[in-house]
């Protein structure tokens, strides 16, 4: 998502324009195709929190290796601990096993949209905390947002009698505030030790332990089949994809406006839904397609709000 990552972003040069929305266009592949590249692996017999384990032990190799070879890797400093505690528990372990619990019975699909409802989460912890203005821009967008949840979860176009569908929904929402919280934090460090990139390696290390102690407890008779779509996601979405979007989309909030990054992020949601549509047959719902137009307007008016603030106190 854009707002964790250009919140964070220290200065320095700036990609060339073509450079940043390759960028971009790599990002949104990533995490377009994740939600049903994950949902085909619990399908094919993967237990939600050691399959989240196993994506976030993927994921630190991954990082360890891509840092290390950019000649980035540092060991943490004290002042680095809070920001890869935080991340790691909430933005990583939080969100990757919620997401996968709600996998096992909500579509794909869905599920993208409802995770992606994350800077919606962020308009009130910004509020609350005096961080920034509740103003008619950013109510407007959490309205349009939060309505599009509702119709996410219309009681009428949902069978809230199949077991699971409540507490899925519900996992969703949970994993999109754990990660607002931890941008939120992120917002307010003080990035005067490893930048961004340079903690990813070790918030992942943080996720492993803490996905690897919770599956033990959670699933003692969990499973990860060796079969392709478990073995393939997980070099996909955890040893390339982690590592790699991330420092894409570090690269094009430093690249790019603001404004322009973050509503080229909502095309991950989008690629979600028709990639969950044409790969694994869920249907396009009018609830669907209504919901999560809503859902992508409410951020899109938000976006537009925080870039209104920006250039006031720039001006």
């Keep these: 998502m854009a707002d964790d990552v250009s919140a964070s972003a220290p200065p320095g040069a700036r990609a060339p324009l073509w450079h940043a ?6 990002v949104v592949l990533i995490l377009g195709t994740s939600w049903p590249l994950l949902k085909n692996g619990i399908q094919a017999g993967a237990t939600p929190i050691w399959f989240a384990a196993a994506r976030a032990c993927c994921g630190a190799l991954g990082a360890l290796a891509f840092v290390g070879a950019l000649g980035l890797l540092r060991w943490p400093t004290r002042r680095d601990w809070p920001i890869i505690l935080s ?7 939080l969100f990757f096993a919620l997401g996968n619990l709600a996998l096992r019975y909500i579509p794909a699909g ?3 949209v409802l995770a992606y409802t994350t800077t919606l989460w962020l308009v009130p912890l910004e509020a609350l905390a005096g961080g920034s203005r509740f103003d008619l821009w950013r109510g407007l967008g959490l309205l349009a947002g939060l309505s599009g949840v509702a119709v996410l979860l219309n009681p009428l176009a949902l069978d809230w009698s199949r077991q699971g569908v409540l507490t899925g929904h519900v996992f969703l929402l949970l994993a999109a505030l754990s990660w607002a919280v931890a941008i939120f934090h992120a917002r307010r460090h003080a990035w005067d030790g490893l930048s961004p990139l340079q903690v990813l390696p070790w918030q992942m290390v943080v996720a492993s332990v803490v996905l690897v102690s919770l599956a033990a407890f959670a699933e003692p008779a969990g499973r990860l089949p060796v079969v392709p779509p478990v073995v393939l996601t997980l070099i996909y979405v955890g040893l390339l994809g982690g590592p790699v979007a991330i420092w894409a989309a570090t690269s094009v909030s430093r690249a790019l406006p603001t404004l322009v990054s973050s509503l080229g992020f909502l095309g991950v949601p989008v690629l979600g ?5 044409l790969w694994l047959g869920e249907s396009l719902t009018l609830p669907l397609v209504v919901g999560a137009v809503l859902v992508l307007l409410g951020l899109v008016v938000v976006a537009l709000g925080i870039d ?8």
């Design 21 to 26: 929305f390759t960028q971009l266009a790599l």
């Design 87 to 93: 991340n790691g528990v909430l933005q990583l372990a």
């Design 110 to 112: 869905r599920s993208a």
């Design 273 to 277: 839904v028709i990639v969950s549509s």
């Design 308 to 315: 209104r603030q920006r250039r006031r106190k720039a001006s």
